[in-house]
């Protein structure tokens, strides 16, 4: 009578003692065992000690720093447990120490020290283990392993049901209940049919055990796997067609977490074919190529097809990352989709994705890279040398998002430290751009800093460089002439050109005089002040071809001085009136690029000199395009253009010469598959030839949603 109801109770929590679905794992079987029975499986027991044989065999080999999880069930106290060995019973090469070993409540989690050379059974002894209190009864343990990162490699799997007594076996001899074969696939009859809309099927499942037989007393879970069709099917796998289509049911086991499938498809109305049995012939992975930087997540999507090129809609694809280490991933519970988030790496990785059963793979390829400058400020230039006959440097800043990406639109907030270095002019239409001045009596170091901040939530950053001057004042032999000088006296400027001018005074023996105000004038010619944060120095804007005068005075000592400013028409750029037509201009299309510019009057092109032409941010290239859809001014290319995907970039070879002055036209083809920004907006493309490498921004465009 005891074994029979040791038996029924056996069997009911097989089923559903975890509540739950036990996962599929390639652990081979997991068996626990208590050292001496009769005594470490009495209850209540305060010093327990188990034995636990792992099978990792068709599973991982494990390595250094791999770890294996065993969790015990609720009523176990681990806090004060104790790992003893790990031996190798038909595996080879494994072994762990009690160094690094955690345990605590329910889990203990031992890292492997030395590499296992091949797949087998281990026994790992622990002791210390507080059993349950109460009730006896029968108990299954839990077992995983993952690598040192946390990502699992088998499991979890749960251990043959093992007992925990009231009593110790003085009288009566222990009682195992049997290890009972747990269910490794279920097949599925008929597994292909056709039917009418209309019609019904009747399906059954057997499930099998590791070793091929049959298992019975099992429960089947029929359903129809959602967004494969329409089709109703009772819990006895009674299935009816409800509209035209393909419809794949799902008959789970349940308790085991093992699943198997059949296929349906209608008869009528075309264009759905008869449906026979299908054989992987391609996997293709979308994207199969794409650049990431550390941080960056992408969602990989995994389609197989026959030999007649349907899709076929399967859920039992098996993904591989090359090198693992390069990221950590997650693939969606219907398998189809690979989620992978990048490291710290650079190189290429490979992602894989074949149809388990099935000797086809397909591939994507991601380009790793570490930009070089992230969240911060470059600051250019970063070191500099001033002296009384230099005493002037322009700074220009350029800030960095976490991508690597150059930021644009954002205001820049400078500082000077000692603030008696000399004075920081900003540049009020360009805060990218600050003016320094020393002062003579500065001798030392000094750091001019900037801050901005972009996104949202907002993120602050920062950058610095570095001003140097040692040498002493010089101390004039006379008075100067004049005690009020402004530089620079006498430039050169064109239309439209902005210039800054500072003024000092000095005292009768040539010492600066601080703590003065200055007042700028323009007395001749046209232009415009901007003042700053200092009156010493202003910024003047030409605005005719007329020479001009600026006159500067300090009231309160009665000094006047002049700047003179003769003008100078600059010559024309060597490109010019760039303009860029996208078709169609709808955000994260295809399109086809005309690019037109003008060559300057001194700028001819030969045949083979080249035009780089650099996309903004969003757009997408694709790795080749044939010469055949490109031309320029009308004329195919005669070579393949180079792609550079990082920098967006296409190199073009001239098939024709340009003259001087010319006009040229390129265009790019819809099929040369360049893509348009996902997001909406007004962008700018840049264009350089081999005679002017200077990029030249063009005209804006618009995306339209």
Known sequence: MKKIVLSVLVILLAIGYFSGTVSAS?????????????VDNLINNMDAKWDIVIDNSGGNLLISGDRIYIEFPSGFDLTYARFVSLTPITA???????????????????????????????KISIEGVHNPATPSGTYMVRVWTTTSTGITLDGPTYSNPFLVVSSSYSYNPPYYPPTYPYVSRVVITPQYVNLSVGASQLFTAQAYDSYGNPMYGVTYVWSVLPGTGNGTITSNGYFTLISPGTVTIKCEVLGYGIVGYAYVNSYYPYPYPPYYPYYVNKVEISPSSVSMIPGDTQVFTAQAYDAYGYPLNVTNYVWTVTPVTAGTFYVS??????????????GVVTISCRVDGSGIVGYAYINAYTPSY???????????????????????????????????????????????????????????????TLNPAFSGTAVVSCTTSYGTPSKTIYGSSYIHTSYSPPYPPYPPASQLV????????????????????????????????????VISGNGYITPTGSS??????????????????????????????????PPSPPVSGVTVSPYPPKAGYVASYFISFNLSPSTSLSTGDWIMITFPVGTSLPSVISPSNVSINSTPLTSYPIIYLSSRSILLYTPIPIVSGGRVDISFSYFCNIRNPSTPGTYTLSVSTSKSPTPVMSNPYTINP
């Open 26 to 38: 390639n652990l081979y079987q997991v068996k626990v065992t208590p050292e001496v029975a009769g």
């Open 92 to 122: 080879s090469g494994i072994s762990a120490s009690g160094s690094g070993v955690v345990a605590s409540g329910t889990q203990m989690i031992i890292p492997i020290t030395s590499n296992q050379t091949s797949l087998g059974s281990l």
């Open 333 to 346: 519970s219907d398998t189809k989709t690979l989620t992978f988030t990048l490291s710290p790496y650079s």
């Open 374 to 436: 992230t969240d911060t400020i470059v600051i250019t230039p970063h070191d500099v040398y001033v002296s009384p006959s230099n005493p002037y440097q322009t700074f220009v800043a350029q800030g960095y998002d976490s991508s690597g990406n150059p930021l644009t639109g954002v205001t820049y907030t400078w500082s000077l430290n000692p603030v008696s270095a000399g004075t920081l002019s900003v540049n009020p239409t360009d805060t990218s751009q600050a003016t320094f």
């Open 486 to 521: 402004i530089t620079p006296q006498t430039t050169t400027m064109s239309i439209g050109e902005t210039k800054s001018f500072a003024a000092q005074a000095y005292d009768s023996c040539g010492n600066p005089i601080y703590g003065v105000s200055y007042v700028w004038t």
């Open 536 to 569: 010493k120095t202003i910024y003047f804007t030409l605005s005719s071809g007329t020479s001009a005068t600026l006159k500067c005075e300090v009231p309160s000592l009665g000094y006047v001085a002049y700047a003179y400013i003769n003008t100078y028409f």
